[in-house]
Structure formats: C-alpha cells, structure tokens
C-alpha cells in the first residue's frame, strides 16, 4: 500500500518545483513590469506594496494549482501557467487604464488602492481557475 503512494513523489516532486519556478518566473516577470520596486517597498514596510503584490502573486498562483491538478503532464502545466500569466498581466494593465496614480498611490503606501488592486488581480484569477475547471 505505502509503495503505491511512493511511486507518486517524483511526480509531485516535478509538478512542485514545476509550479514554483512558475511563481517565481511570474514574480519576476511583474516586478519588471511595473515602475517601482516593491521587495524595496515592502523591506521599507510599505504595506501597499505587500498587499498588491500578494493579490497579484494569489492571483496567478490560484489557476496555476488547479492546472496542477488537472494538467496530465508538464508541457499541459506550461501552457496554462502561460495563460494565468498573461490573464494577471491583462489585469495589471486594466488597474492601470482604470487608475492612472496606480503606482504612485502604492509608493504613498494608500491602503485602499492596494486592497482595490489585490481584490481585481485575485479576482481575475478565480475566474481563470474557474474557466478552466469548465
């Protein structure tokens, strides 16, 4: 019985380091995006900057672990963590369009535009796990 649940770990192990390096590759991608530096904001104790990041970071992390779930095998897992990316991307450009100080509001630590942005980017990306368990 234990042997049946062993012969599993390379595969969690691989769709672990999968998912994380897909995190990481999406931190990456969004910290150049955006004008600021916000790991400097938030060892400065901005917590704009925190919440912001945690939405959009929960915001792709939430579709990418339904693709964990349901992808057969990592070029599945690839794709649709290409695609959580891009739907937080097109979220971060819309915060964008919709609030022009975005950013400087987020470097004068305003909470409530911080929340309003974490709540648009986690809740694009609940509605992007949902389309894909559709």
Do not use: K
């Amino acid at each position: 019985m234990m042997s049946n649940y062993l012969s599993t770990v390379p595969n969690f192990v691989t769709f672990l380091v999968t998912g994380a390096v897909l995190l990481a590759l999406f931190w990456t991608l969004y910290t150049f995006a955006t004008p600021h530096d916000e790991l400097a904001l938030i060892r400065a104790g901005n917590v704009s900057a925190a919440i912001m990041m945690a939405g959009a970071m929960l915001g792709f992390a939430l579709p990418v672990g339904v693709a964990m779930a349901r992808s057969e095998d990592l070029m599945q897992l690839a794709q649709w963590g290409s695609v959580a990316l891009l739907v937080q991307f097109c979220a971060y450009v819309l915060l964008r369009l919709m609030h022009r100080g975005l950013h400087q509001a987020i470097e004068q630590n305003q909470v409530s535009v911080a929340l309003w942005a974490a709540t648009l980017s986690l809740s694009a990306g609940i509605i992007n796990a949902g389309a894909q368990l559709a």
